[in-house]
């Protein structure tokens, strides 16, 4: 693990937290303060002088004490001050500094006078309103501290990514009226569509980066504001969400995307890989030298490094760099290449809009098909549907279709697999469908072995086109259930079966890892939003970034196909690839 000037900083603050925990020397104190800040500001990389063996330049205020620990950080990952002070402090203690506002002075006198000792005994202190008589606090701070450990204890949790999307629209918004601003996108696990973001990292190019900055922290939904500088800032929302911000010249806007974007693991290789070729790459360029040899695109860094760009869903390290140098990197699918969405609800069972609200909503969107495929009778929760309705629904699409041109309505059903693996519809009535979806939607906790003897039957209902949210899971509410995912790509790829990629905010299902074990062994997907409302198509971005996140291209997936090859392909027929 590479070693930033970052981690040397923090490590320095720390250092002299604990140090005025234990009422240190003051001077003392200050010198780890003031190198901290000097190291966090400098552009050269220490930890890469130090293991070049060229030692450490002269830098001010920084005496041999002071670069010895440098030295170890830079070596070791590790500082033993820093390890022997955080033995001396209870650990509950040196939590409470991260408490915006709580200063050592303050976390000192609450634990000695109200033995206050952890961020839960501090929310309760400051509930019962005991804060407010200590000298110095006030009614005002006592609330604020509130407001932050709350926001903290939110903190820990991860957001789903379209939730985080739709915040993310609405600060980029907000920061493209900033003044002197330029470009303003969003980088870190956001831009790599990850399914879920731990917190939002947005990257602005100005002249003005305080004006900027300020402007961001500005923003009525910042309940907290945590940093604002001339080229960062760092605020959390209402909703516990902390939102990073980065200000960069506009010249260094492609390397500060490139590594804010990450991820950490991606960064360390292309550093390294720059390092084998004698350059230096950092968030500022890539350096021969002290010559920038590229900053200013993404693309030209790669470049100068012998790539080709990379889209940022593969930078996970998990071998795109690799493909990129055999020139092998897939052309990954893009919404625009969906021509159409296989599994939307309506109000016929547990959606919100007609068939023509949905299909109208889907033409405007440049699709040029959808299937309805509402739940089956036995899920009477979503009102499934029987074979009497299916047949008075076909009436209806009949007359949408008849009504609505540039848009075709197909019949379908996501009907449930039942505990044997037979169908909750008969094949009677599933013959008659254009499109068939078969969904487990109960005994979520069978074995191993019978959840995938169960699904592996239901494929082999010959009706049966799509295997809908493969895993089951709901992100952060029900862990996938126990199945032998190979074992049932294997068998969808040998049926002609697609496996869904289920674009559902809850859901984004099946994960990018099955995504690309599916097309490795050869099955082909389906890109679907699962909308119960007009408006919930929107989510299918967040599918296709799954998809690309698996190394998905257009011809793995079956909605990318025009409406004719479709028909064929649900007709059985081989249609070429
Ligand atoms: P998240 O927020 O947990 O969903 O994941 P990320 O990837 O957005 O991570 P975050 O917000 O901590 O940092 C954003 C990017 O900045 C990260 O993807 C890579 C870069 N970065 C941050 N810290 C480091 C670091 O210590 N070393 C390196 N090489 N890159 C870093
Ligand atoms: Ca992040
Ligand atoms: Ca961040």
């Known amino acids: 693990m590479a070693v930033t000037n970052a981690d040397i900083a923090a490590a320095f603050e720390r250092v002299a937290d604990l140090l005025e925990l234990q009422d240190a020397n003051p001077f003392r104190v200050r010198a780890y303060r003031n190198a901290a800040r000097r190291i966090g500001e400098l552009k050269l990389d220490l930890a890469a002088r130090v293991a070049a063996g060229e030692g450490l330049p002269k830098l001010p205020g920084i005496g041999t004490d002071l670069a010895g620990k440098i030295e170890e950080l830079a070596k070791t990952g590790r500082l033993a001050l820093l390890e022997r002070l955080q033995r001396q402090v209870p650990a509950g203690v040196t939590e409470l500094l991260q408490v915006p506002g709580l200063g050592p002075k303050r976390v000192r006198a609450l634990y000695e006078e109200l033995h206050v000792h952890s961020l839960p005994q501090l929310l309760r202190a400051a509930r019962d309103g005991r804060i407010r008589a200590l000298p110095g606090f006030g009614e005002k701070t006592e609330r604020r501290i509130a407001e932050a450990i709350a926001a903290r204890l939110a903190a820990g949790k991860r957001f789903k990514l379209a939730v985080a999307a739709q915040y993310a629209a609405v600060l980029i918004e907000h920061l493209r009226r900033a003044p002197s601003v330029r470009e303003v996108v969003a980088a870190g696990s956001l831009r790599r569509a990850k399914e879920t973001v731990g917190d939002i990292d947005l990257l602005a190019t100005a002249d003005d980066g305080a004006a900027v900055v300020r402007h961001f922290t500005r923003h009525p939904d910042a309940a907290q504001v945590l940093a604002a500088g001339d080229t960062r800032g760092s605020i959390v929302l209402r909703s516990g969400l902390q939102v990073d911000l980065r200000v960069v010249p506009p010249a260094s806007f492609g390397a500060a995307l490139l590594y804010f974007t990450g991820s950490k693991a991606r960064n360390i290789r292309l550093r390294n890989l720059a390092q084998e070729r004698g350059l230096k790459l950092n968030e500022y360029g890539l350096f021969d030298g002290a010559r920038a040899v590229a900053a200013a695109t993404e693309e030209q860094i790669y470049a100068a490094l012998g790539l080709p760009w990379i889209a940022p869903e593969l930078r996970e390290d998990r071998g795109e760099i ?57 899920l009477t929760v979503a009102h499934g549907l029987d074979t009497a309705q299916l047949a008075k629904q076909r009436d209806e699409i009949d007359r949408v279709n008849a009504r609505l041109a540039d848009i075709a309505v197909l019949a379908g059903i996501e009907v449930d697999v039942l505990e044997d693996g037979t169908l909750d519809l008969p094949d009677s009535a599933l013959a008659r469908l254009d499109i068939v979806i078969a969904a487990v939607h109960s005994k979520f906790n069978l074995p191993r072995a019978r959840q995938t003897a169960r699904v592996l039957a239901a494929l082999d209902n010959p009706h049966v086109k799509i295997l809908a949210h493969p895993l089951g899971r709901l992100i952060d509410q029900r862990d996938p259930y126990d199945i032998d995912m190979l074992a049932v790509i294997r068998k969808c790829k040998a049926r002609g079966v697609a496996l869904e990629v289920n674009a559902h905010p809850d859901r984004l299902d099946l994960t990018d890892v099955y995504c690309r074990m599916a097309k490795d062994e050869g099955a082909r997907l389906a890109i679907d939003s699962d909308a119960h409302s007009v408006h919930e198509f929107d989510n299918l971005v967040h599918g296709v970034g799954q998809a690309r996140r698996g190394w998905l291209e257009k011809g793995d997936v079956v909605n990318a196909l025009a409406l004719a090859e479709l028909r064929a392909w649900l007709a059985g027929r081989k249609e070429a690839r």
């Open 322 to 378: 690799e493909a990129a140098r055999r020139n092998a990197l897939p052309r990954l699918v893009e919404l625009a290449d969906l021509q159409g969405d296989l599994h939307v609800h309506t109000k016929w069972s547990d959606g919100t809009a007609t068939i023509e609200e949905m299909a109208r909503s889907a033409r405007e969107r440049g699709l040029r098909y959808i299937a309805v495929s509402e739940h089956s009778r036995r």
